[in-house]
């Protein structure tokens, strides 16, 4: 069973609920698991409107469950594979204020995912988007990563909806790319990775980030130089710096490398750690944000932990 992958444009809390309530109502009457995911004040009122069919509905505050793409989308996923064999039914509203450029790219990335990530799941996904408060140019991301829209007249296929791969490749596009000449470097030039864990550690305590988020750093970093002495192109270095609140790890080799078998490994979640992509997926778990960039000058991966 396809996925149904639906954005909802709503203009106040009455709108919202009068979508919303009988999308939940009709998930919980086909014998699906049904969960809501939305913003305050939306969550409350969700509540109160469906007290009566006590527990059979799960919520979820948007706030704490869209802190993370890659963490959101591994929830999901998790959400969907508990309730078989029963399919889903989710409410399921982002989080998009507060994101600076590049996180915002990255949520972006995630509504196009989900259409693969999903895809075969049966499951239904409603994203409302507030069309009276959320930016124009998140209505026009919300209209390119969704196969189906709901706006006032329309209710149906989306003529914007990009396949996700051609999307996916335009956001590699976007990424930034500059390093300032402060950046301290590090070759890499052996099998051996202690200097490197060494290297990282030291500068992720120096830049005061937490124990677990500074080992989370080193472990990232050891993983993408691993990956690059295995499939790069010598010479390959390490560099970091700071980015006002963040610290930046970048690796980089001369090599181009295309992470197989499909331009969207290393973003869908694998089902075992034999499958490729692992090492990308796991990386992309530890940090706040990974960015990959490959072309004829090299292959380039940075990490940034704040």
């Not at 998140?138 to 329309?154: C, N, Q, V």
């Not at 970091?240 to 963040?246: E, H, I, K, L, Y």
């Amino acid at each position: 069973m396809e996925l149904e992958h639906r954005a909802f444009m709503y203009r106040g809390i009455e709108h919202f609920l009068s979508v919303a309530v009988p999308y939940l109502e009709s998930g919980l009457e086909n014998g699906q698991a049904v969960i809501a995911v939305a913003r305050e004040p939306n969550l409350t009122a969700l509540r109160d409107v469906l007290a009566p069919h006590g527990g059979a509905v799960v919520y979820r505050d948007s706030a704490d469950f869209y802190q993370h793409p890659v963490r959101t989308l591994r929830d999901y996923q998790t959400i969907v594979k508990q309730s078989a064999p029963r399919t889903v039914c989710a409410l399921a509203e982002p989080v998009w204020h507060g994101w600076d450029e590049r996180q915002t790219l990255e949520w972006v990335r995630y509504e196009s995912l989900i259409n693969v990530v999903f895809g075969e799941s049966g499951a239904r996904a409603l994203c409302p988007y507030d069309a009276a408060e959320l930016p124009p140019r998140i209505l026009d991301e919300a209209r390119r990563t969704h196969p189906l829209l709901l706006d006032p007249g329309h209710d149906g296929e989306n003529g914007d909806y990009i396949d996700p791969v051609r999307f996916g490749s335009g956001c590699d596009r976007r990424l930034i790319s500059d390093r300032p000449a402060v950046a301290e470097y590090l070759s890499i030039d052996g099998d051996d990775l202690h200097a490197l864990r060494v290297f990282v550690g030291e500068r992720a305590l120096r830049h005061g980030l937490a124990k677990q988020k500074a080992q989370n750093l080193v472990t990232a970093a050891n993983e993408v130089a691993a990956n690059a002495l295995q499939h790069g192109t010598p010479p390959i270095g390490l560099w970091t710096w700071q980015d006002g609140a963040d610290l930046v790890c970048e690796i980089g080799d001369h090599g181009f490398w295309r992470p197989g078998p499909g331009p969207l490994t290393g973003f869908i979640p694998p089902d075992s750690a034999l499958q490729r992509g692992f090492g990308l997926w796991t990386v992309r778990l530890l940090v706040d944000l990974m960015e990959l960039r490959a072309g004829w000058d090299g292959t380039f991966v940075r990490l940034r932990c704040g």
